[in-house]
Structure formats: structure tokens, C-alpha cells
């Protein structure tokens, strides 16, 4: 377990910038400066843990850690980043662009299906296309992330089968992937 | 052939001129040019004798001739300016010295929100520069739709005048029978047509 070095955090930042915005400050300024939060790459995983915890498991073996604080993705061999479904619950509060899904939609995305304008209760405004844009349930559960297939004003003269937000992880994937989803 | 068995003892070095030494004390004859040197050759001559030996190394005859001939310049590989052989270091390789090993890691804050700005503002740009070229985009396509709008009103109003226009001469035929009239003397062949409806065979 290690920081961060400088391209990789930038290559990590990029992606949380797709969906965060500026919430990135709040992610690293978050808890203090007794107890901030930091990033550990594990493997090929990093983390966002709690610095005392970060400490605490330096004094474990490498091969015998498993996990720790909350995953958020893993770097994959040609050096880019990808956001995991355990992400969602750091990314999400500081989400910049949000869609709501109509309950008639919730099932199809959580079965992994990308969201269509007919499911779509709500969206913010403004949202440009290619943009990282969190799924919500219309009582404001998080559902999963994706990125926008149009900019809303093109979204809203789409035909109500068209695509609006391609699906990149719903939470679905906690069951769908449960083997696959922890194991290094 | 006594000359040359002095030459085998008594070499022109320190050692030979020892054992000459020695010589000389067995044959009782005591001088200093003796000791040295061996009897019967030139000092020259044996100088030439000794670097004929193999090992030796030779010194040409004009060197010989002119001994106080000035030396050439030396030059230092500085001073000539040669390119050196293979001397191309490429750039992943060199490393300033002195430089410490390993990656650099970013733990700091100020140091990831240093990160976190630059790509922010690049992310910023971007989706900035998408949202203009949308509301361009955007802007272009309605002024398409308002002149397409009124294009087709235009032409519903042409359609609606003129549909308008032939209902009036419609029911002008039918009220004002002068107006016929008239009607028939510009244009004899049209009126004549029903006239000739009117015609029956029975």
C-alpha cells in the first residue's frame, strides 16, 4: 500500500473531475486536518481511507491486505482509471450533473441497461454530452453513474426510446459482480 | 672478437659497468672512463648497437641528424573540437545527477489540489466549449425552424388567397349573370361549353 504518485492522481482526478467537479476539494480537504481522508493504492486498487486507518494498516503485509476503507476503483494495465459501483457513494454528494429515474425505469438500469428518455423523471440542466452524470431513483437513492448520451437540450427532442445516459455502473453490480467486485 | 666478449660482459648499464668494476680490479687497472665504457668502441656506436637490439626502439636518421628539431604541438581532444563516437544519450535515459531514485509520491494536500486545479480547468474548458458549440448549435437550428415556419405560412396563405379567389369567381358565376356576361365576351370558347352540355339527343 502506497500514495499516489503525481500522474496517477492526475489520471484519478480526471475521472472524479467527469463527475465531481470542483467536489474533488471537498474529498481532500474532507475530515480535517486531525483526520483527513487520503488516497492508497493497494495492487492495482486505490483507495479513499481515513489517514489513521491508512497508518494503521502499513504494519500489515501486503500480500495478506485484502481492502480497505472504501474502493474506488482500480487502474487498469494500459494505465488508465476506472470508477467501480463502490465509488458511487463518495462520488454521488458531490455529483455536478444528476438524472432521476421514473420507477418504471429503475429495474431496467439496475439490470444494466443504459437509461432511456422514457425513464427519465427529471434531469439537471445544462448538461453538456460525453459528461459523467450520477443515476437517481426519484426518492433520491443513488443508483449508479453514467455519462450522458446527449446534452439536455438535444435529450429533449429525443424520441422517448432514445438513449440519454449510458450506463458505466449501477448497483446492481454488488450481485451481478459479487465474485469478481472484491477479489484483487 | 675480444671486443665483442667485452660487449657480452660489461653492458652500458649500471649493472655492466659493476662487473667491469669488478674486471678491472682483477686485472689491476684502475681508471674511471674504464669502468664505464667499454674499450675499443665509440661511445656513439654503442649507444646505436644497444637500440639494434630487438625490443629497442629505433630512432630514424634524420631525427638522429637533427636532434634540436622543434617538437610538434600537442593537441588535447578539447582543443580540436572532435565529435565524440556515440555520444547521442537519449532522452528517457539521461537523468540529471544527483537526482533521488523512485517514484514521487503526492500525499500533500496543497499538492493534490495543485492537480486537482489544472485538471479542473482543463475539464472547465471543455465543457464550457461544449455547452457554447451546443447553444450555437442550438441557436442555428432554430433560426433554420423560423424561416422553414414562415416559409410554409407563406405559402398557406398563397394557397388560402387563391382557393379563396376561385370560390369568389364560384359564387359570382352563380349571382351576378352581368358578370357572366362580361366573362363571356373576353373568353367565347368557355362559355360555349355549356352550351353545348345542354345539348341532348332526345
New interface residues.
Given amino acids: 500500500m502506497?500514495?499516489?504518485?503525481?500522474p496517477e492522481?492526475?489520471t484519478l482526478?480526471?475521472k472524479l473531475?467527469?463527475y465531481c467537479?470542483?467536489g474533488?476539494?471537498d474529498l481532500?480537504?474532507a475530515g480535517g486536518t486531525d483526520d483527513?481522508h487520503?488516497f492508497r493504492v493497494q495492487g492495482s486498487r486505490v483507495y479513499y481511507v481515513r489517514e489513521s486507518l491508512a497508518n494503521l494498516a502499513t504494519s500489515v503485509k501486503r500480500d495478506n491486505l485484502l481492502s480497505l476503507g472504501t474502493c474506488l476503483g482500480k487502474f487498469t494495465k494500459t494505465g488508465k482509471f476506472r470508477l467501480h459501483i463502490t465509488a458511487l457513494s463518495i462520488i454521488a454528494p458531490h455529483a455536478r450533473y444528476k438524472i432521476w429515474v421514473k420507477a418504471n425505469g429503475e429495474m431496467p438500469f439496475l439490470y444494466g441497461g443504459n437509461v432511456l428518455k422514457a425513464h427519465v423523471g427529471r434531469w439537471s440542466e445544462?448538461c453538456?454530452?460525453?459528461?459523467g452524470v450520477i443515476v437517481l431513483s426519484m426518492n433520491d437513492t443513488y443508483l449508479g453513474f453514467g455519462v450522458s448520451a446527449r446534452?439536455t437540450?438535444?435529450a429533449r427532442k429525443l424520441d422517448p426510446t432514445g438513449v440519454v445516459a449510458f450506463r458505466q455502473a449501477d448497483i446492481g453490480e454488488y450481485l451481478r459482480e459479487e465474485d469478481t467486485l472484491f477479489t484483487t | 672478437m675480444g671486443s665483442t666478449k667485452t660487449m657480452g660482459k660489461g653492458k652500458p648499464s649500471s649493472k655492466g659497468g659493476k662487473s667491469g668494476g669488478a674486471s678491472s680490479k682483477k686485472g689491476g687497472a684502475r681508471s674511471k672512463p674504464t669502468g664505464s665504457a667499454p674499450e675499443g668502441i665509440s661511445k656513439r656506436k654503442q649507444k646505436s648497437m644497444a637500440l639494434a637490439k630487438p625490443g629497442g626502439a629505433q630512432k630514424t636518421k634524420a631525427n638522429l641528424a637533427n636532434p634540436h628539431k622543434p617538437k610538434r604541438r600537442k593537441y588535447t581532444e578539447k582543443e580540436l573540437d572532435i565529435p565524440a563516437l556515440n555520444s547521442i544519450i537519449p532522452a528517457g535515459i539521461a537523468k540529471p545527477k544527483g537526482q533521488k531514485k523512485g517514484k514521487k509520491f503526492v500525499d500533500d494536500p496543497a499538492s493534490m489540489m495543485a492537480i486537482m486545479s489544472v485538471v479542473n480547468a482543463e475539464k472547465d474548458k471543455n465543457v464550457e466549449s461544449k455547452i457554447m458549440r451546443a447553444r450555437q448549435l442550438e441557436e442555428i437550428r432554430e433560426a433554420k425552424r423560423k424561416e422553414a415556419e414562415e416559409r410554409s405560412e407563406e405559402k398557406k396563405a398563397k394557397f388560402e388567397e387563391t382557393k379563396k379567389g376561385l370560390k369568389k369567381k364560384r359564387k359570382s358565376r352563380h349571382s351576378d349573370p352581368g358578370r357572366i356576361e362580361d366573362v363571356d365576351d373576353e373568353v367565347p370558347e368557355k362559355t360555349s361549353k355549356p352550351k353545348k352540355k345542354r345539348v341532348s339527343f332526345g
Fill in positions: 502506497r500514495p499516489l504518485t503525481e492522481t492526475k482526478f480526471e473531475a467527469a467537479g470542483k474533488i476539494q481532500i480537504t483527513r487520503v445544462d453538456p454530452e460525453h459528461q446534452s437540450a438535444e
